[in-house]
Structures are given as structure tokens and as C-alpha cells.
């Protein structure tokens, strides 16, 4: 069974940095995007960066410019640099791997880590 491991979560003051990873416990094939997504208390879970098996880079709105997510294939391993944090940045952030062989896609989720944020 294939789990993936967060780490780098914890409290930061607003203007600070926090840099989050993520790796799988083995390989994985047929990989085809990663993403960070969070979620705050009483909020839905939403997509925070993705970046694709080619490098492509989507960023919501509300961290363009101040979070960049980057990869490493050889580790299968994700990270997440969060700079300028913001309170509203507090969350639960949790890694998401997706594999598509063609015939069927299965997304691999992280056990989630804490970010909070003090103004």
C-alpha cells in the first residue's frame, strides 16, 4: 500500500515562510499530476497548486506569487514553498498524487498537516 508522508507543517507568523514536502513510501507509476490542497475548519476542500508530469504550474488565486509548488520524480516527492503567509492561509494542507494508466485514474492522498498562521 502506497502512502504518502507530509511534513513541514507547524505555526508561522503572518509574513513568514513555511515549506511543506511530501513523499511516497514507494514508486509509483503512471503518474500524472500533483497538487496540494487544503482545507480550513468549516470550509470545503480546495485546490491550492497542482503541477503537472510536464512541469505546468496552476496556482489558485489567492496564493499566486506567494506559494510555488515544484516536484522531484526520482524521489516521487512533492513540495510546497509558502511565502508572505497570510491568517487566511491557516489550514489542513494534504498532498495528492493522481496516476492515469490509461484505463483508470486513482488518486493518492497524504495523512494531511497542519499550517496556522498568527497575525
Known amino acids: 500500500q502506497v502512502e504518502l508522508v507530509e511534513s513541514g507543517g507547524g505555526l508561522a507568523q503572518a509574513g513568514g515562510s513555511l515549506r511543506l514536502s511530501c513523499a511516497a513510501s514507494?514508486?509509483?507509476?503512471?503518474?500524472?499530476?500533483m497538487g496540494w490542497y487544503r482545507q480550513a475548519p468549516g470550509k470545503q476542500r480546495e485546490s491550492v497548486a497542482s503541477i503537472s508530469s510536464g512541469g505546468t504550474t496552476i496556482y489558485a488565486d489567492s496564493v499566486k506569487g506567494r506559494f510555488i509548488v515544484s516536484r522531484n520524480n526520482a524521489k516521487i516527492a512533492l513540495y510546497l514553498q509558502m511565502n508572505s503567509l497570510k491568517p487566511e492561509d491557516t489550514a489542513v494542507y494534504y498532498c495528492?498524487?493522481?496516476?492515469?494508466?490509461?484505463?483508470?485514474?486513482?488518486?493518492?492522498w497524504g495523512q494531511g498537516t497542519q499550517v496556522t498562521v498568527s497575525s
Open positions: 495528492q498524487i493522481r496516476t492515469d494508466t490509461g484505463f483508470s485514474t486513482r488518486d493518492y
Open positions: 514507494r514508486t509509483i507509476f503512471s503518474i500524472n499530476g
